[in-house]
């Protein structure tokens, strides 16, 4: 399986901070891959830049894109959770975000 593309993360993504506790970037790229069955190489596959990956990337976008919508929010540094609109939309969760 390609990795999916920074849009078709986004509802695995919030569905992953659902439970409304805080997390990192790093438990979300991991809490994504496996619960899209990723391999390794398709996580370490790099960006033609060579510094980044292209996973880690695109679950970034889907961060910033979800923030943006008012679906996510930031708790500190580093840190983020499901916001109250978040959790509303997770519960009745549209096809694709």
Do not use: C, H
Request: net charge positive; hydrophobic share 45%; glycine share 6%.
């Amino acid at each position: 399986m390609p990795v999916p593309d920074f849009q078709s993360l986004m509802l695995p993504f919030l569905t992953f901070i659902a439970d409304q506790q805080e997390y990192s970037m790093a438990q979300a790229r991991d809490a994504l891959a496996n619960q899209l069955a990723l391999s390794e190489a398709e996580i370490k596959e790099l960006l033609p830049s060579g510094k980044q990956t292209v996973f880690g990337n695109r679950v970034s976008w889907a961060k910033v894109y979800l923030a943006q919508a008012g679906l996510l929010e930031s708790s500190r540094r580093g840190i983020f959770k499901i916001s109250a609109e978040g959790v509303k939309v997770a519960k009745n969760p549209p096809e694709r975000i």
